[in-house]
């Protein structure tokens, strides 16, 4: 005889078995759907400067310390990608006034440009994916992605 905290967990399980599954494909499947679309627009940047920039459009200039810390990455791994990111144009570095140590990031018009152009070009691409869906669906899709991120992000703050 089953009890129903054993259906609860067998329960549990079978769902957070899907929602593995899905995520996995999820990120097969989106970076597969990125590759094979046809516009240039979706690689005009890499995935690590459309974050970056993402985030210095949203936030402003930033330390490179504490770059790495919202995206949860380690500092010389930034370093690496914002050194590639000022040679291309996409970002200026300037001395931190706060600690002569460290640079601010800040993000240039051509980095802003071509974040835009990348992030146009995903909102189409969603559109056309997603346009038989209702409204509705939409927005609990929305909704249910950010509250999984912030899940995500909160539990690698607390590592």
Do not use: C, F
């Not at 330390?63 to 995206?71: D, E, F, I, Q, Y």
């Not at 990031?105 to 995903?122: E, F, I, K, Y």
């Not at 909704?143 to 995500?152: F, G, T, V």
């Amino acid at each position: 005889m089953t009890d129903d905290r054993t259906k609860a967990t067998a329960y549990d399980e079978a769902t957070l078995g899907r929602i593995e599954t899905e995520i996995a494909l999820l990120m097969r499947l989106g970076e597969a759907t990125r590759r094979a679309t046809g516009t240039a627009e979706h690689r005009v940047l890499d995935r690590a400067a459309y974050v970056i920039l993402r985030y210095l459009d949203s936030a402003g200039p930033q330390n490179v310390s504490a770059l790495a810390a919202r995206l949860n990455l380690d500092g010389s791994t930034v370093t690496r990608q914002v050194t590639a990111m000022q040679r291309d144009g996409l970002i200026t570095r300037t001395p931190d006034p706060a600690d002569g140590r460290g640079t601010v990031v800040s993000a240039t018009s051509a980095g802003l440009q071509r974040m835009a152009a990348v992030r146009a070009a995903r909102t189409r691409l969603y559109g056309d994916i997603l346009a038989a869906w209702t409204s509705d669906d939409q927005e609990s899709l929305a909704d249910l992605l950010h509250r999984l991120n912030e899940a995500l992000d909160s539990r690698n703050r607390r590592r």
